[in-house]
């Protein structure tokens, strides 16, 4: 299946990670192999290798709880592999470390690592030792859930020993605790794993309906996935075969697959499991035309993984189909590869099922592999007692041995506590003394330092921003003086300087339109001189109430028809004051410049509130202008500006017979670089 864009950006990103460790410090590299390792995406041999370069700096870094950690995130990693090996490796030395540092925490957490490493080994001694350690700390500390956990994973130790009697007991030990605790993973855990027991020694129905309730535990959970259900319809597949209700299993099989079917590679091993099952249980029905191909598929799935678990299952069931099939010389050869295959496992249980297939193909040594078969099973029964036996002692030796370490570390610390005590109290008591009055008169004067540098860049950021402000006004003002109001007034003088030379009633005509522009150029000189001697913006004052005087204003002092629409959703007390002011200023511009060129009889002021944002749009039905061809006046320049500093847009529409638009769009936040900037 072909990468996505987002994968293929994942894994760049990562190799990238992963290429750099090495231009750092020890620590940095350290993070970048454990983060390379942990990259699901990456391949397994990729991942072991980065998680063995991060093992190698962990065993030579101090011993810090971040570092221990780090030890316990690599072996986790490790086992998620299947490099058992190497987890074991990282969790020694996190027992180590954890043993030095005096750390029950993970010192638990090393021996339940473990305990699950050797148990995935099949070294069942070593794992029941180290499980039972774990338990002891965790009954110590009232971890119930991982007392829970390690119940079923002693029950797994006896069940890979033949042990069912044991194993179900340690499994309904877990489920009593964990619906006490109302532990739903761990209710699911120990239902399934009982579920998987009883279907092993034949207990169908029962085997069923626990796997029923696990199933039910699955689809409650809050943070249900697909393979929690996934294992649960393979178990009950497989015993619905057993049980002789194939129909019924291959039901199930199928809901497994369905769960799994957009999860690309991942639940490799599931996915493996549900396929052999699916084609033994065609197999079983006759239906043989797909079930070489699902043996295949689940085989080339293990090989991707390097999955071992059911090898040699697929083995023994390709072995059954090539016998049912009549190519006995296949079947006999997949037979003795799934009798290899269980050796390596020390799967005894797994030997028998392959001896069982060798006796009825192979004529020839059928007596040999009779009396294997016979010698094996009675070795089992012998085992099972011995192994019983075994583990009880390992767990009171265990037990013996913690008794005596902990009264040797309590006498140990009582010596050296009463000793310290003694030696040191005199001593200590005339530093601690000393260092007290030191430390008040150090913090004092560090406090009041701190206070006078705070107050001193209060001042100054103050008058920066007085400053600032001042400065802005004067360039405003200036440019309102110098490109407005002293252009018109040259301007007039001009046209009427003609007078001096002409007084005939044609030019006196002519200037009188020139005198009423005099009473424009008074309005203007009012509003700059209204901004100077009157605090508009002022917190006394509501914002609303400024817009009306605004309007009211312009209304009285020309004959344009003015209407307004203020969106009642604004809250303009809870609005910044640079942004009101700003809003203001922009109405002023906008309102003066249709007075001045619009030549308008209707001018509408709309104001709307979207999502996060203010609209404000001026339309006039004046005259309007060709935008792309006049140059904008310093009025529609300071629009844009204004416009431009609140990180909004500014739009023009004009040259139609609907006059002029003005479109305006402001956000209601950010305005952190108006304040900094000091813009008016």
Request: aromatic share 10%.
């Amino acid at each position: 299946m072909l990468m996505g864009i987002k994968e293929i950006t994942l894994l760049l990103g990562i190799l990238f990670l992963c290429l750099s460790a090495g231009e750092s410090n020890p620590e940095a590299k350290m993070q970048r192999y454990i983060t390379c390792a942990g990259n699901k995406s990456a391949q397994r041999e990729t991942r072991a290798l980065y998680g063995k370069k991060a093992l190698e700096i962990l065993k030579g870094a101090p011993n810090t709880l971040d570092n221990r950690k780090k030890l316990l995130q690599v072996a986790q990693i490790f086992s998620e592999i299947n490099f058992f090996r190497e987890s074991i490796d990282a969790s020694h030395n996190l027992k180590k470390k954890s043993l030095a540092a005096h750390d029950d925490f993970y010192l638990a957490k090393a021996y339940q690592a473990l305990g699950n490493g050797y148990t995935n080994l099949s070294e069942n001694d070593q794992a029941m030792y180290f499980l039972m350690e774990s338990k002891k700390i965790y009954i110590k500390t009232d971890d119930y859930k991982n007392i829970a956990r390690i119940y079923s994973a002693i029950a797994l130790v006896y069940y890979f020993n033949c042990d069912y009697f044991e194993a179900i007991s340690n499994y309904l030990e877990a489920l009593k605790l964990a619906q006490k605790k109302f532990l739903y993973d761990e209710q699911f855990n120990a239902f399934y794993s009982l579920a998987f027991v009883l279907r092993d020694i034949g207990e169908y129905a029962t085997s069923i309906k626990y796997g029923l309730k696990a199933v039910s535990i699955a689809e409650k959970k809050l943070n249900n996935n697909s393979t929690d259900l996934q294992v649960c319809y393979c178990l009950l597949g497989q015993s619905s075969f057993d049980s002789g209700n194939t129909r019924q299993a291959i039901g199930y099989y199928r809901q497994g697959l369905i769960f799994l079917r957009k999860r690309d590679n991942d639940y490799a091993e599931g996915k493996a499991v549900l396929l052999d099952n699916l084609a033994n249980a065609y197999l079983s029905i006759n239906k043989v035309d797909s079930v070489p191909f699902l043996y295949e598929q689940a085989n080339k799935m293990r090989d991707s993984f390097n999955i071992d678990q059911g090898r040699n299952y697929n083995r023994l069931y390709l072995s059954n189909y090539y016998r049912k099939i009549g190519r006995k010389d296949e079947a006999l050869r997949y037979a003795e590869e799934a009798l290899r295959l269980s050796k390596s496992f020390r799967a005894p249980r797994d030997i028998l099922q392959c001896l069982k297939q060798l006796i009825e193909l192979d004529k020839v040594k059928s007596l040999e592999y009779t009396q294997r078969y016979i010698s094996l099973s009675d070795s089992l029964q012998l085992a099972e007692r011995r192994n019983r036996n075994k583990f009880a002692r390992i767990a009171f030796e265990a037990d013996e041995l913690t008794v005596e370490k902990d009264r040797a570390i309590k006498q140990k610390w009582i010596v050296i506590g009463v000793a310290g005590a003694i030696l040191l109290l005199g001593g200590l008591l005339f530093v601690i003394k000393m260092q007290r009055a030191r430390q008040k008169r150090l913090m004092l004067v560090h406090e009041q330092q701190k206070a006078d540098e705070a107050i001193y860049q209060l001042i100054n950021d103050q008058q920066l921003k007085i400053d600032e402000g001042r400065q802005a006004e004067k360039q405003r003002i200036a440019r309102e003086l110098h490109d407005g109001i002293m252009n018109r007034l040259a301007s007039t003088r001009l046209n009427l300087f003609i007078l001096n030379k002409s007084q005939d009633d044609e030019t006196i005509r002519k200037c009188i339109g020139f005198i009423d522009n005099i009473q424009e150029i008074e309005y203007e000189i009012r509003q700059v001189a209204h901004d100077l001697n009157d605090d508009i913006f002022s917190e006394n004052k509501g914002f609303a109430a400024l817009l009306d005087n605004l309007f009211n204003e312009y209304r009285g002092t020309t004959s344009t028809n003015l209407f307004t629409e203020i969106d009642p959703a604004f809250n303009w007390e809870m609005t910044e004051s640079v942004l009101r002011m700003n809003i203001y200023r922009i109405l002023q511009e906008a309102l003066q410049n249709s007075y001045k060129y619009a030549s308008a009889q209707n001018i509408f002021v709309t104001l709307t509130k979207e999502d996060d944002c203010v609209r404000i749009l001026v339309h006039d039905d004046g005259v309007g202008f060709k935008v792309d061809k006049v140059k904008k006046g310093i009025g529609l320049q300071n629009i844009a500006d204004r416009a431009k500093t609140l990180h909004g847009e500014f739009k023009i529409i004009s040259g139609g017979p609907e006059g002029t638009i003005l479109n305006i769009l402001l956000p209601l936040t950010k305005q952190d670089l108006i304040i900094n900037k000091g813009k008016p």
